[in-house]
């Protein structure tokens, strides 16, 4: 059995960046949002800290980058525990 959907803008991607433009559009267009597999499975059902970003006139990529590589040495389990 086949389906037919008519929509203004297909979004492809149910992250926190698809549905970002999704409800941005929404009041002016009919949106489909599309994805593979199921909903959770994208990265940012994993982003428990909230999604970071760069927004501030004062804050830069390069230090976004900075910030999230220190992360990653506090959150990441140290070579001699690797195993
Ligand atoms: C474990 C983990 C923890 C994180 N923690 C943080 C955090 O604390 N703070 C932070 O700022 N960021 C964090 N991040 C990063 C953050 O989650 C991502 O940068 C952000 O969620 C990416 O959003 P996105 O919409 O681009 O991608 P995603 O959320 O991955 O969405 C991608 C979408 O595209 C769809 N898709 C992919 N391929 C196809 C295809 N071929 N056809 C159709 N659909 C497709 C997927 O189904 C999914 O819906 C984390 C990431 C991970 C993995």
Do not use: F
């Amino acid at each position: 059995m086949s389906h037919y959907h008519a929509h203004d803008v297909l979004v492809i991607g149910s992250g926190a960046a698809g549905l970002s433009l999704a409800l941005q559009l929404a009041e002016r267009a009919s949106i489909a949002v599309l994805c593979k597999g199921e909903l959770n499975e994208g990265a940012t059902y994993w982003a428990q800290g909230g999604i970071a970003a760069v927004l501030h006139k004062n804050d830069s990529v390069d230090s976004h980058v900075a910030d999230t590589l220190t992360c990653l040495l506090y959150t990441s389990p140290s070579p001699r525990d690797r195993g």
